[in-house]
């Protein structure tokens, strides 16, 4: 079973600043596999990216995912006041799906 | 465009089997594999298993032993068992569609808190 963690816990930022999210497999996967969400209080996730890199409909570009192997990124240019949430990775192989432990996205 | 809704006992009972529905409105259940997923209250996100209309199955190997998920064509919904049930399985529930493309859970329904408590 892939494990996926996620850092930081916690990302204190002020809105307009940038905020970089990470995730890291405990084992390869392939870009394809890895997925972000977003989730606000009471609400269910949202789909942010998938294929590691692409967004999703709707999805401002101010969001952007990166990376390949092991270590990836979701990068949020400038945030805006909507964009104080948490933030999950996610992964598939082998018929297996995991979520990282998430990083919450709060107001300085 | 694809809605989900989850119902069912909103309390369940320690070692009894929590039983939830998923109506999915919008497209036919024949497409795509549906999921439940978890979440414990102030927690993360925990994928519990899918289900295919042709049968197929995967589970979450921590739950494996305890879950059940099958397809009804006939009503356009899927359903979730978690038996032997714990406070440990006190959560909300969320049906979700795992989307060919994309390969993601593109689709939730709101989700539905299930406490367990005698």
């Known amino acids: 079973e892939v494990v996926l963690t996620q850092f930081p816990g916690t990302l204190s930022l002020s809105p307009g600043e940038r905020a970089t999210l990470s995730c890291r497999a405990s084992?390869?996967?392939?870009?394809?596999?890895l997925v972000w969400y977003q989730q606000k209080p009471g609400q269910a996730p949202r789909l942010l990216i998938y294929?590691?890199?692409s967004r999703a409909t709707g999805i401002p570009d101010r969001f952007s995912g990166s990376g390949s192997g092991t270590d990836f990124t979701l990068t949020i240019s400038r945030l805006e006041p909507e964009d104080f949430a948490v933030y999950y990775c996610?992964?598939?192989?082998?018929?297996?799906?995991?979520f990282g432990g998430g990083t919450k996205v709060e107001i300085k | 465009q694809v809605q989900l809704q989850e119902s069912g006992p909103r309390l369940v009972k320690p070692s009894e089997t929590l039983s939830l529905t998923c109506a999915v409105s919008?497209?036919?259940?024949?497409?795509?594999?549906w999921n439940w997923i978890r979440q414990p209250p102030g927690k993360g996100l925990e994928w519990i298993g899918f289900?295919?209309?042709?049968?197929?199955?995967s589970y979450n190997p921590s739950l494996k032993s305890r879950v059940t998920t099958s397809v009804d064509t006939s009503k356009n919904q899927f359903s979730l068992r978690l038996s032997s049930v714990t406070a440990a399985d006190t959560a909300v529930y969320y049906c979700?569609?795992?989307?060919?493309?994309?390969?993601?859970?593109?689709?939730w329904g709101q989700g539905t808190m299930v406490a367990v408590s005698s």
């Open positions: 996610q992964q598939y192989s082998s018929l297996l799906l995991t």
């Open positions: 289900t295919h209309h042709s049968g197929a199955t």
């Open positions: 294929g590691a890199y």
């Open positions: 919008g497209d036919s259940i024949t497409s795509y594999y």
């Open positions: 084992q390869s996967i392939s870009s394809t596999h």
């Open positions: 979700a569609k795992w989307a060919g493309s994309p390969e993601a859970f593109d689709i």
